[in-house]
């Protein structure tokens, strides 16, 4: 097996830096490279290393990514003012150009190049390239977030080609998404991706949805894309280690990798202001140790970002200092991680379960989530249970303007919709198995859930409406069976096999619960099939908070416990017990068992003579079964 430890870096990838006034890029700067260099040679690493020349990427290479119009247009800016510079660079997202940036970006790639080259022919057993410009966010056609060529991606793309190398992992452990890789890559199998970023529920750029851990990959790539969001800031040595040991490490090594390349970002590092985040340097030093211990110790780490140049430059050391196999340093901080992290690495696990042996049999999936509208009371829900921003406004508006042109103008029923879109579509994509919604108009949203749920597919879904809701539904064709338990009798409308009201007054709830639950709600929805089950709750509700939640938990046997509860009052106390029901606490205590008015027994009796022959879990006497068939 090969020794020996590659340093790649030339001098000349500090000669381009921002020519004007612009914060959002005035952390990139060339003393990035130089601290990180010069700490090396404190250290006595450098004089360690082989030292491996850079050369420039050849434009074949740079095409293994990018586009020849795009590959064009970064040459063009060689000979631009800084007029010209500033205008180009304004094309882009987080990007500056420098007459001297294209050079460099080439020598960022032939740097990389030259690292998998020297790993690959076992001149050296693993390697570090310092390198500026990034690349882990530039894209086919874009630079992006300093990026220019995504050195990382065409490594990978260099090492299938010229070495035929079947598997390679990438592990991003910069701040940031690259979403630059996971783009190139996302139905390539044979590039297994891995990232960490700052997320916080997208509120963080570049702002994607597709960083989440539900972006796993696409058609035969499923599976081999991981994200891990962070949704705090903060993370420190115990939430990485956490991650490594519970997503990446397993995953793979059941992967197999013949290659390991880092995008080796210290923005993840304590000090940085982008990332935010808590870990010491020493923190890099045990996770490059966990990938030497992949790939036969193939290991490439290239630069991204780190803007804290004295954790930057620590970081570099400790990460060369392992690669060179010295003794690992004792890592810092109380080894637990915290609620955020563990919830970030549940959720990927989750996602991946289909996809690796090594997740199949344990992950307990989230099993419900809630989204209510007063976020400080999130507190007061079962810690098990998932809160769930509303849904981002243009994605709703997408979603809606597809199943109804009319609503999506109006701005108060669309703000409605916001909490029950977001958790149907989570149980319907199977992500969670329930959930709860707050909704300011469950008429409005309920009705759009209904029409969302057809449109997904779903055959039969079975409505229960508590108080005052009225539903504008077309109930003829079975796809929904309402049942309206509500407080005023109702005289024009006649009941019919898909639309049962059941009136219940609430000076005797009890009674009438057991009386109507038992005899009636659940034999018809067993003899109904449900797919998914709605329940709504209104206001003049005729039924307690316990009352509720019994139900909720006697319909939990039915389509596979998949059940959306909308509520129109907030009303946290409600949302609680509830919440608690759905994720598996026994329901509140209700009282014994006590006999029903006569009023109601006669009610319920005429409701099942009436509908008997339709719903037969409804017979109870020899009579029934005789007359009914
Ligand atoms: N207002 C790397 O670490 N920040 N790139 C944009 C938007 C851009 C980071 C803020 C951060 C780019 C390689
Ligand atoms: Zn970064």
């Keep these: 097996?090969?020794?020996?430890?590659?340093?790649?870096?030339?001098?000349?990838?500090?000669?381009?830096?921002?020519?004007?006034?612009?914060?959002?890029?005035?952390?990139?700067?060339?003393?990035?490279?130089?601290?990180?260099?010069?700490?090396?040679?404190r250290y006595h690493l450098l004089e360690r290393c082989v030292h491996v020349p850079v050369r420039e990427g050849t434009e074949e290479e740079i095409m293994l990514v990018h586009s020849s119009e795009y590959l064009e247009v970064v040459k063009s800016t060689q000979t631009m003012n800084e007029e010209e510079l500033r205008r180009v660079s304004g094309n882009y997202d987080a990007v500056y150009f420098h007459p001297n940036t294209y050079r460099c970006a080439k020598l960022a790639v032939g740097a990389t190049l030259q690292l998998v080259d020297s790993v690959m022919s076992g001149k050296v057993c693993n390697g570090m390239a310092l390198v500026r410009p990034p690349g882990h966010h530039s894209q086919?056609?874009?630079?992006?977030?300093?990026?220019?060529?995504?050195?990382?991606?065409?490594?990978?793309?260099?090492?299938?080609?010229?070495?035929?190398?079947?598997?390679?992992?990438?592990?991003?452990?910069?701040?940031?998404?690259?979403?630059?890789?996971?783009?190139?890559?996302?139905?390539?199998?044979?590039?297994?991706?891995?990232?960490?970023?700052?997320?916080?529920?997208?509120?963080?750029?570049?702002?994607?949805?597709?960083?989440?851990?539900?972006?796993?990959?696409?058609?035969?790539?499923?599976g081999f894309n991981l994200n891990v969001p962070w949704n705090k800031v903060g993370m420190g040595n115990s939430d990485y280690l956490a991650a490594f040991f519970h997503v990446l490490l397993p995953v793979a090594f059941e992967f197999v990798p013949e290659l390991i390349l880092v995008s080796s970002g210290y923005d993840s590092g304590i000090g940085d202001p982008e990332g935010q985040m808590n870990a010491t340097p020493e923190c890099f030093a045990h996770l490059t140790h966990f990938l030497m211990q992949l790939a036969n110790g193939r290991l490439c780490a290239v630069l991204e970002g780190g803007y804290h140049l004295k954790s930057l430059s620590e970081s570099v050391c400790m990460t060369v200092k392992t690669l060179l196999r010295d003794p690992l340093p004792q890592i810092s901080g109380e080894m637990a991680p915290c609620l955020s992290a563990v919830e970030s690495i549940q959720n990927v696990r989750a996602a991946h379960k289909p996809y690796w042996k090594c997740l199949m049999y344990e992950v307990p999936p989230v099993k419900t989530a809630a989204a209510i509208v007063s976020k400080a009371d999130a507190h007061l829900l079962p810690i098990s249970v998932q809160v769930e921003m509303e849904m981002n406004a243009q994605e709703l508006k997408t979603l809606v303007s597809a199943l109804d042109a009319e609503l999506v103008k109006e701005e108060r029923a669309l703000l409605s919709l916001q909490n029950v879109v977001a958790i149907l579509d989570k149980i319907l994509k199977k992500k969670v198995c329930n959930g709860i919604a707050e909704s300011s108009l469950a008429s409005v949203s309920t009705t759009f859930a209904l029409k969302h749920c057809f449109d997904f597919g779903l055959q039969r879904v079975l409505c229960i409406v508590v108080g005052d809701v009225d539903l504008e539904l077309d109930l003829d064709d079975g796809k929904i069976l309402l049942m309206n338990i509500c407080q005023k009798q109702q005289t024009e409308k006649t009941n019919s096999k898909y639309h049962i009201s059941l009136n219940w007054r609430?000076?005797?709830?009890?009674?009438?619960?057991?009386?109507?639950?038992?005899?009636?709600?659940?034999?018809?929805?067993?003899?109904?099939?449900?797919?998914?089950?709605?329940?709504?709750?209104?206001?003049?509700?005729?039924?307690?908070?316990?009352?509720?939640?019994?139900?909720?938990?006697?319909?939990?046997?039915?389509?596979?416990?998949?059940?959306?509860?909308?509520?129109?009052?907030?009303?946290?106390?409600?949302?609680?017990?509830?919440?608690?029901?759905?994720?598996?606490?026994?329901?509140?205590?209700?009282?014994?068992?006590?006999?029903?008015?006569?009023?109601?027994?006669?009610?319920?009796?005429?409701l099942r003579n009436q509908l008997q022959q339709e719903w037969k879990m409804l017979r109870c006497s020899v009579r029934d079964w005789i007359f009914g068939s």
């Design 140 to 222: 086919r056609t874009a630079a992006n977030g300093f990026c220019v060529f995504n050195n990382v991606a065409i490594a990978a793309q260099y090492a299938k080609r010229r070495y035929g190398l079947q598997r390679i992992l990438i592990v991003d452990w910069d701040v940031h998404h690259g979403q630059g890789i996971q783009y190139v890559f996302e139905e390539d199998p044979s590039v297994l991706y891995y990232s960490w970023h700052r997320y916080e529920r997208q509120q963080f750029w570049p702002l994607l949805r597709e960083s989440d851990y539900d972006a796993v990959g696409q058609g035969k790539g499923k």
């Design 506 to 606: 609430e000076d005797a709830e009890r009674n009438n619960f057991f009386c109507a639950v038992l005899g009636f709600i659940l034999p018809v929805a067993y003899s109904y099939q449900p797919d998914l089950m709605i329940i709504v709750i209104g206001p003049n509700r005729s039924l307690g908070i316990n009352g509720i939640s019994l139900l909720t938990c006697l319909l939990q046997g039915l389509a596979e416990s998949r059940i959306l509860v909308v509520i129109q009052d907030t009303e946290i106390k409600l949302v609680q017990s509830v919440a608690k029901t759905l994720s598996g606490v026994p329901a509140p205590d209700f009282g014994a068992y006590a006999p029903a008015s006569q009023e109601n027994v006669l009610e319920i009796k005429r």
């Design 1 to 41: 097996m090969a020794s020996g430890t590659a340093l790649i870096y030339d001098d000349e990838m500090t000669s381009y830096k921002l020519l004007w006034d612009n914060p959002e890029c005035d952390i990139e700067v060339p003393e990035r490279l130089l601290s990180s260099y010069e700490q090396l040679k």
